[in-house]
C-alpha cells in the first residue's frame, strides 16, 4: 500500500484505490458501505486539491494574479480536508484492502459539510473572475488545440480527453465505490484548447463539491482495517479502473499457480496525454508552451513507470 501511495505523490488516493481494489477482488477481503464512502470523498477531495491549484497556475501563466493567489489559499483549504480525515494531506495512510484506516465520526462529519459549505461560493466566484476576464479568455481561447479525432488517436484520457469532446469518465463508464450511486455529468467541452481544459477542471471542482455534500449527507459507519487481507486467489488476472484527478488510472496483476502476485503493471493517464501535449505545441510560440503544459499538468513519474 505505501509503494502504491508513492507511485505518482499528487495521486496518492487514485492510486492506492486502484491496488485495494485489485487486492481485493483477488481475496475474501471487502470494504464495508462507510468505508465505500469514505474512498469516494477523498478521491473527490484529491481532485478538487490539484484542480483548483492548476486553476491559480494557469491564472499565473497569463499574469492573472488575484485568482492564482485565491487558488493557492483555496487548495491549502481542501488539503486541510484531506488532514481531517486521515491526519495526512496527501490521504496517505487512508485506504488499504478492505477499506479504510480511519472512521469518520460525527464531528469531523459535520466539520467537513462545514468547510466545503463555506468555501463553495469562494471558488464559484473565482472561477466566474476567472473566465469572465476577456484578457484571459483571449490567451485560454484556441491556444494549444487537439481535435476530438486526434485525441482519440491518441487515447487522451480525463480532462485533456474530455476538452477535446471525448466523454469517457471511469467513474461513469466503469463504477466503483459509490459512484454508481452518483450522478456524474460528461463534461465533454469541443474546442480541445487551454480554455476548455481549463473549463472542464473548473466544472469538475463545483461538480465535486456537490457529490461530496451528497455522500456526507448522513452519518458514515464503517469498521477500520485493522489487519492483512487473506491469501490471493491463484492463476488469476484482476484489473481494476478509477478515475483519478488527470484520468483514467489502472492497475493489473496476474498471481502464480501460489497465489503470489507475478507480475503488476499499472498505466497512470499521464502515459496517454504526454502526447496529447505534444500535439498541442505543434506550430505555437515559445511563449505558448507554459501555459499548455499547465493546462495538461501531466507526471514525469506517472510517465515512467
Not at 160 to 183: K, Q
Not at 219 to 236: F, I, N, Q, R, W
Request: glycine share 10%; proline share 4%; net charge negative.
Amino acid at each position: 500500500p505505501i509503494l502504491a501511495e508513492g507511485i505518482a505523490g499528487d495521486t496518492a488516493v487514485g492510486h492506492s484505490l486502484c491496488m485495494a481494489q485489485a487486492v481485493e477482488a483477488l481475496s475474501a477481503a471487502a470494504p464495508d458501505d462507510g468505508a465505500r464512502i469514505i474512498r469516494t470523498v477523498a478521491l473527490e477531495l484529491e481532485r478538487i486539491q490539484n484542480h483548483v491549484g492548476d486553476l491559480g497556475a494557469l491564472s499565473g501563466d497569463v499574469a492573472f494574479l488575484p485568482p492564482a493567489n485565491y487558488c493557492g489559499r483555496m487548495r491549502g483549504d481542501f488539503l486541510n480536508m484531506s488532514l481531517l480525515l486521515c491526519g495526512n494531506r496527501f490521504s496517505k495512510g487512508l485506504i488499504r484492502p478492505g477499506g479504510v484506516r480511519f472512521a469518520l465520526d460525527e464531528a469531523v462529519r459535520h466539520l467537513l459539510i462545514e468547510r466545503i459549505s463555506e468555501i463553495q461560493p469562494q471558488v464559484k466566484h473565482v472561477i466566474e473572475l476567472l473566465f469572465g476576464t476577456s484578457s484571459v479568455r483571449s490567451r485560454f481561447e484556441e491556444c494549444g488545440v487537439v481535435s476530438t479525432a486526434d485525441a482519440g488517436r491518441l487515447g487522451l484520457v480525463g480532462p485533456a480527453g474530455r476538452a477535446c469532446g471525448i466523454d469517457y469518465d471511469a467513474r461513469r463508464c466503469f463504477p466503483t465505490e459509490r459512484y454508481g450511486r452518483l450522478d456524474i455529468p460528461a463534461n465533454a467541452e469541443s474546442t480541445g484548447d487551454v480554455y476548455a481544459r481549463a473549463k472542464v477542471r473548473a466544472d469538475e471542482t463545483l461538480q465535486s463539491i456537490e457529490l461530496i455534500r451528497t455522500l456526507l449527507g448522513g452519518p458514515v459507519e464503517t469498521g477500520c482495517v485493522g489487519s492483512a487481507p487473506g491469501a490471493l486467489a491463484a492463476d488469476a488476472l484482476v484489473v481494476t479502473l478509477n478515475e483519478a484527478w488527470r484520468g483514467e488510472v489502472s492497475h493489473c496483476v496476474l498471481t502464480d499457480a501460489a497465489g503470489k502476485m507475478l507480475r503488476y503493471k499499472v498505466k497512470d493517464p499521464s502515459f496517454h496525454n504526454w502526447n496529447g501535449l505534444a500535439m498541442s505545441l505543434r506550430d505555437t510560440g515559445i511563449s505558448d508552451f507554459p501555459l499548455n503544459n499547465k493546462s495538461y499538468n501531466l507526471s514525469y513519474c506517472g510517465f515512467d513507470l
